[in-house]
């Protein structure tokens, strides 16, 4: 009996001590689930002692006295991708930055381009024996986050954006993205910082009846405006658009098809309000926006266009992820319907429109001003090839880049895909070739 | 009354015991920044290197994300070797050594990934294809590679896969992370691993960044799941890199807090070391780390701050 007792007792104990010593053991939630996450993820409240040591969490601020906005980090950039900068060498989910390796490229390949093209450095000699150079800051947005990357500085080149007066030296991922999440779709389809509480992403096509869902990949909306840069207050709403879930992927067999619905012409011009037109040809620049509806012309030509001499396409199976468009409705059950890894295939009608993505990735690319496609060419394949200076393509058409990258910068697409002798993607939508 | 209250005091002396016990291991477990990795050209400015260890020879390789060059360290931190320079075996993501110093190497061409195994100056020998491997298994893109006992390892941390095979390549079994942890399918898309490891015994270590876990999985199939999110010593940030030292402590990387965190083999947290700063011991961004037979421990992290060598005393 005694002895019972007092198996009983260390029993009793031993289960106190594993209560004590073990904590959770479910998943918990993910960090942003379409609004803001732990504070503490990002913020620091007084750079206090860490245990046992006399040393504040960010050693170059005093005790007491945290990062910039009270952040662990010392730039925005450099918080966000503590999380977003992949290392493994692979596609991997929400990773949109990673280490370029020369002669193959960065290796993130979602939607919006991985910010590790800004290292590529490309020069060739060009016709008459110049020099002709890509330098990496011009391939996308120039975050600053040299602790990241080294190439992660200061625009070389534009103090402010191209078209409008944004400061490049105030350049982060929260010039675009809202680290807090607030812009939020109420059960009404209207934008809102407040009125519900956010219950989930709004990226992948979620609505609902009751809560909010947050804004499409936590971009920032109308009146955006953090106390890093005062004076640049944003004037439109976010874009509307559906994901798939998967969508950092190689689009060697099938497209990554984001369905983009509205809006993101718009809202790029929160910051490049000078290239937006949605009302050719008055204000001659290319079409941009949401009055910008293809023309019965561009969509028979996009539809049939598969690729140079080849005009025998069909609307079902059209789409490109390299020249998307806008479905031009805001209505996400259509959108969902749209976006897959599939093959979703189905091209751009008259209420389509044209949009600032459909040329350009809004982080970084392969190519000059975030190009989804090389501008800067004659020919994007050549002689059955991704052109490359390892497989004796010219130097005018490998512009110092291997064949292996130029693939990279088309997201792993095999150039059997299109002609041996394929013009610019621009093609696509004018067919001039 | 008087018997429960005499069985209340024995409880509470058998915890404090306990707990005595823990503040004495935590005690006796002292970390110092040794140097950091270097050449004759002096530190190796690495950015977000990774790291795997020989542990029969004490040799460190780290993999150059930059150009997937391998490096090979000897026990004083000095540059000895490098291999896969022009790339020769491709790009390289992860390498690991069997007990003959042979070395697997994790390569890719595009995303088709080979693995390859080299001799001890990173010469090829042969290609080790895998074979067998069951056709629901579709997409598989490793990102790792340990090899133990005559097993490789190849884990996979988007897909939470393990494959397991012999030397050969011949298919053992795979470990599917996704069904036994069984996570939620909205959860999924942000489940990434973030740190891999394998002990003597065949245990798996695994990091999961966003969702600030740790977890133990034995070889009978026990799950142990620890961690807290948080800024506070001991918290997850944004967790890494994973390693246990044969005494059963945790070391594990925060990127975000920039700190190595210790816990006991009981999940207890003893204390952490690093910090963000540019002082020697210091760490920025912290993310990959390795521990080799004579307790020293290997962190790579950003900033161009290479390799730091950490000693631990027991």
């Known amino acids: 009996m005694k002895t019972t007792r007092f198996s009983l007792i260390l029993i009793v104990a031993a289960i106190m001590i594993i209560g004590i010593s073990s904590v959770s053991v479910s998943v918990s939630d993910a960090f942003h689930i379409g609004g803001v996450g732990r504070c503490s993820g990002c913020h620091t409240m007084h750079n206090s002692n860490a245990l046992l040591e006399d040393t504040p969490m960010n050693i170059e601020t005093p005790i007491g006295t945290a990062g910039p906005y009270l952040m662990i980090r010392n730039t925005q950039s450099e918080t966000c991708l503590s999380c977003h900068h992949n290392t493994t060498g692979v596609p991997q989910s929400f990773r949109v930055s990673s280490a370029y390796t020369a002669g193959v490229g960065p290796s993130q390949l979602p939607p919006g381009g991985d910010f590790g093209w800004l290292s590529a450095n490309y020069s060739w000699t060009a016709g008459g024996g110049t020099i002709a150079t890509t330098p990496g800051f011009s391939l996308g947005h120039n975050i600053i986050a040299p602790l990241v990357n080294a190439a992660y500085i200061l625009d070389g080149r534009h103090p402010d954006a191209p078209g409008g007066s944004y400061p490049s030296n105030k350049m982060q991922c929260t010039s675009c993205h809202d680290p807090h999440g607030r812009y939020r779709t ?185 190009g989804r496609w090389n501008f800067r060419t004659d020919f994007t394949v050549f002689a059955g090839l991704w052109p490359g200076t390892d497989v004796g393509t010219s130097a005018s058409y490998a512009q110092g880049r291997t064949t292996a990258e130029t693939r990279r910068a088309y997201f792993d697409r095999d150039a059997i895909n299109y002609s041996d002798y394929q013009r610019s993607f621009c093609n696509k939508c004018h067919a001039k070739d | 009354m008087k018997g429960m209250r005499k069985n209340i005091k024995i409880i509470l002396s058998i915890n404090l015991l306990f707990l005595f016990i823990a503040s004495t291991t935590s005690a006796e477990l002292k970390v110092s920044h040794l140097y950091n990795l270097s050449s ?32 090979i360290y000897d026990e004083n931190a000095m540059k000895i070797y490098s291999f896969n320079d022009d790339r020769a075996i491709g790009n390289i993501v992860d390498v690991t050594a ?96 973030g740190g891999f490891h394998i002990d003597s015994n065949g245990n798996i270590f695994l990091t999961f960044p966003v969702d600030a876990l740790a977890y133990k999985l034995s070889p009978e199939g026990e799950i142990i799941a620890f961690g807290r999110p948080g800024s506070a010593p001991g918290r997850f940030g944004i967790v890494g890199g994973i390693v246990t030292d044969d005494k059963g402590n945790y070391f594990i990387v925060d990127t975000l807090r920039c700190v190595v965190m210790i816990f006991d083999k009981n999940h207890v947290f003893q204390k952490e070391f690093g910090y963000f700063g540019s002082k020697d011991g210091n760490l920025i961004a912290p993310k990959d780390i390795a521990l080799d037979g004579r307790d020293r421990l290997y962190v790579s992290q950003a900033g161009r701050r290479g390799i730091s060598v950490f000693k631990i005393s027991y």
């Not at chain 1, 005009?311 to 468009?325: D, H, I, K, Q, R």
């Not at chain 2, 950015?47 to 040799?59: C, F, I, P």
């Not at chain 2, 397991?164 to 942000?190: P, Q, T």
């Open chain 1, 186 to 370: 109420l059960p009404d389809g209207t934008e809102a910082v407040t009125g519900a509480a956010i219950i989930s992403s709004g990226s992948y096509g979620a609505t609902h009846a009751t809560f909010a869902v947050g804004a499409y990949r936590l971009l920032a909306g109308e009146g955006y405006e953090p106390k890093s840069t005062p004076g640049h207050a944003f004037e439109s709403r976010t874009p509307v658009a559906v994901s798939p879930t998967t969508y950092n992927r190689a689009e060697t067999t099938f497209d990554t098809r984001v369905a983009y619905g509205q809006g993101m012409s718009e809202w790029c011009a929160n910051c490049h309000g000078g290239f937006h037109n949605d009302d050719y040809p008055t204000n001659l620049r290319h079409p941009a926006g949401n009055a910008a509806h293809l023309t019965p012309e561009i969509v028979n030509i996009y539809n049939a266009y598969k690729e140079t001499g080849d005009m025998t396409g069909a609307e079902a199976s059209s789409y490109w992820s390299l020249v998307p468009f806008e479905r031009g409705t805001t209505d996400k059950a259509v959108l969902l319907a749209n976006s897959g890894i599939t093959g979703t295939g189905a091209g751009p009608t008259t209420d389509s429109n044209v949009s600032c993505i459909s040329c350009h990735r809004p982080h970084a690319s392969g190519w000059e001003s975030a």
């Open chain 2, 40 to 71: 004759f050209n002096g530190k190796s400015p690495y950015n977000w290197a990774t790291l795997s260890v020989d542990a029969g020879k004490n040799e460190i390789y780290v993999i150059n994300p930059t150009d997937r060059a391998v490096s």
């Open chain 2, 98 to 193: 069997d007990e003959d110093g042979n070395i697997f190497a994790l390569s890719y061409k595009g995303l088709e990934y080979s693995v390859m195994l080299l001799n001890y100056r990173g010469e090829l020998i042969s290609e080790v294809k895998l074979k067998d491997i069951p056709k629901d298994i579709q997409a598989f893109h490793p990102n790792r590679i340990r090899y133990l006992n005559g097993r490789l390892y190849l884990a996979d941390f988007n897909y939470l896969r393990i494959i397991v095979s012999d030397k050969k390549g011949n298919f053992d079994r795979v470990i599917d992370i996704d069904s036994l942890l069984n996570i939620e399918e909205k959860k999924r898309d942000a489940s990434v691993i």
